[in-house]
């Protein structure tokens, strides 16, 4: 692709953002791992300082385990479980709020210097500032998701981890998007409304589909129906429509149906997508982004069936929430791409004319 004229650039702030953007990538990896794993209630309370130490000896142990013990989980799921296998679980989650310790200070501290050496282009100063809101409001909905679970229910509220998942998402983008604008300096042109509307739709649809996915993880629906691509023999498996306006968010059949259809949808959207912008000879490098897109949601479609039909073992399952990271990826540098494109968009018509 040619390159992108403009100014304002600086080229190590993008790193410290794409940096940023990889660790967070790490963290959704690991939610995901601890999720899997039963890890996520294991720590009862929340210290944003003093939680950074775990326990030192047999007595904080103890202490933590006896903790776990009160919550229904234990009760309900993990009667009898030995201080080695509470370990286990310990381990993840302490990982997971470490990873997310890790992330605000390294976002903060450079931050802060990046500031006092005016290296922050203007425009983007704004947007850095509201990304660390971001990420301070993401420790909130963290425990709040985590509070769900300590009381009356044996995990968390799948629309608190769907919510809690949809920020980190959020967060990734802007990290993505601010890191090229940084690395590439301030754009001069944009692409025509069509094309950078479809590329927008095409990304809300991704991260839509992470939701959906979000609530299947939370409602533990990937267990239940593992074939494919009937559910348990039939089109829809039946739902709990007792619950209301809450079985979109809870009914564990309605919620994988959901991921399915928005799948298939997705999928046809992006392939349409890639081959009109083949068609129109978008400009330089577009074409490719838009394949790009497809190719990763073909794929991700893919691994999401295979990690179903073996019900979701550990190494799919983190494999799979690691594709959904993948393909966001994907489809944000292909919008950012679109809206900054400065050569040639349309020719006089598609490729079909014989140009």
Not at 99 to 122: E, N
Not at 212 to 219: I, P, R, S
Not at 316 to 335: F, K, R
Request: charge should be positive; charged fraction near 10%.
């Amino acid at each position: 692709m040619k390159r992108f004229i403009g100014g304002d650039q600086s080229r190590a702030v993008a790193i410290w953002l794409f940096a940023c953007a990889a660790l967070v990538f790490a963290m959704v990896v690991v939610g995901g791992v601890t999720r899997l794993t039963g890890s996520g209630l294991s720590i009862t309370e929340w210290k944003p300082i003093m939680g950074a130490l775990p326990p030192m000896n047999p007595t904080d142990w103890n202490e933590a385990f006896e903790k776990y013990r009160a919550i229904p989980q234990y009760a309900q799921v993990n009667a009898g479980m030995s201080m080695g296998e509470f370990q286990g679980i310990f381990w993840w989650e302490w990982a997971h709020r470490l990873l997310g310790r890790l992330i605000g200070a390294v976002f903060f501290l450079p931050f802060v210097v990046f500031l006092l050496l005016r290296k922050i282009p203007r425009r983007l100063i704004a947007r850095c500032a509201v990304l660390l809101a971001l990420g301070g409001l993401q420790g909130f909905i963290g425990w709040w998701m985590v509070s769900s679970g300590l009381s009356e229910r044996v995990d968390v509220a799948p629309e608190r981890l769907a919510t809690h998942l949809g920020l980190a998402l959020l967060i990734f983008m802007g990290l993505i998007w601010t890191g090229l604008e940084a690395w590439n300096g301030e754009a001069h042109s944009r692409a025509p409304q069509g094309w950078s509307r479809g590329a927008a739709v095409l990304l809300g649809a991704v991260f839509v589909q992470c939701l959906l996915g979000g609530l299947v993880a939370g409602a533990k629906a990937g267990f239940v129906y593992t074939d494919w691509p009937m559910m348990n023999g039939a089109v829809l498996a039946p739902v709990d429509w007792g619950k209301g306006a809450l079985a979109f968010l809870h009914d564990q059949a309605l919620v994988q149906f959901n991921h399915r259809i928005w799948a298939y949808a997705l999928l046809a959207g992006s392939t349409v997508y890639a081959v009109q912008a083949w068609r129109w000879r978008l400009a330089e490098g577009l074409g490719v982004s838009a394949f790009v897109v497809a190719g990763v949601l073909w794929l991700q479609a893919l691994l999401g069936v295979v990690t179903l039909v073996h019900a979701v073992p550990l190494w799919l399952g983190a494999l799979h929430q690691a594709g959904a990271v993948l393909v966001l990826t994907a489809a944000t540098v292909n919008l950012w791409l679109v809206r900054r494109s400065q050569a040639r968009l349309f020719t006089s018509g598609p490729r079909s004319r014989g140009l």
